[in-house]
């Protein structure tokens, strides 16, 4: 029983970081005024080549039916390819969002706040792997860093690449602890580490760097080549 206690406590306790962090999103999700790249990602899913600045004087109110236009998925991703460098993972998932709630720039920003709140999630989970006491201590230093609580309340890629290299090395931690079963019986692992590596990959290409240390650790360190071998090659496979 003492351990499902703990277990109920380390829950309490991720939850009330969790509520604390949506709390504190609020402000910047409101009234932080739109920036460049915010206004580049609107546009890009609005179907609209990046355009440059206009000739005559343009009403806000022609820029918002602008940016709230909502184009076909092939449209934008054709807008993608000319004008943009990303991959296309975060822009899909937010075409996604918008065809259930408005193409606004309020709802995107709650879109960036929930990939935020996966982000601490699995950032928790990640530490209680190696010690349940080290999560509690370093999960509120994270959520509320500088860089998470910015990049959870903006229109970008950024948290969504995060999400992708934190669940990545989560599911690493997960086959680190179960290296003693052979590798058929951790086909699901395996599967999901492929494919949160692939997220990662499809969202920023620099997010290549941490994730090569990442499975240099995993391999050489843990001594894991089979699983890091199988899963690297295959993700690579899907991003090629």
């Known amino acids: 029983m003492s351990s499902i206690s703990r277990r109920i406590g380390s829950d309490k306790y991720l939850l009330l970081t969790l509520f604390a962090f949506s709390l504190a999103c609020v402000p910047s999700v409101l009234h932080r005024s739109i920036w460049t790249d915010e206004v580049y990602t609107l546009l890009l899913l609005s179907g609209h080549m990046l355009p440059g600045y206009p000739e005559t004087v343009t009403t806000p109110e022609s820029v918002q039916r602008l940016l709230e236009t909502s184009a076909p998925v092939m449209q934008m991703l054709r807008s993608l390819v000319v004008d943009d460098v990303h991959p296309p993972a975060y822009f899909l998932l937010a075409k996604a969002w918008v065809s259930v709630f ?40 994270f959520a509320f860093s500088t860089g998470v609580l910015h990049y959870s309340t903006e229109v970008r890629h950024y948290m969504f690449s995060l999400l992708g290299l934190v669940l990545t ?72």
């Not at 929930?114 to 509120?140: D, H, K, M, N, Y």
């Not at 931690?173 to 590798?183: F, K, N």
């Open 102 to 141: 408005d193409q606004t720039l309020l709802s995107l920003r709650w879109l960036s706040v929930v990939i935020g709140l996966a982000t601490i999630f699995v950032f928790c989970r990640f530490l209680e792997l190696g010690s349940p006491t080290l999560a509690r201590v370093t999960t509120p230093i």
């Open 169 to 240: 090395l989560y599911l690493m931690g997960r086959l680190i602890a179960a290296r003693d079963r052979p590798l058929a019986g951790n086909t699901r692992l395996l599967v999901a580490l492929v494919a949160a590596t692939s997220l990662s990959l499809l969202t920023n290409y620099l997010v290549v760097f941490p994730i090569a240390a990442a499975y240099l650790w995993f391999v050489v360190v843990r001594s894991n080549w089979r699983s890091g071998l199988a899963s690297g090659l295959c993700a690579l496979l899907v991003n090629a």
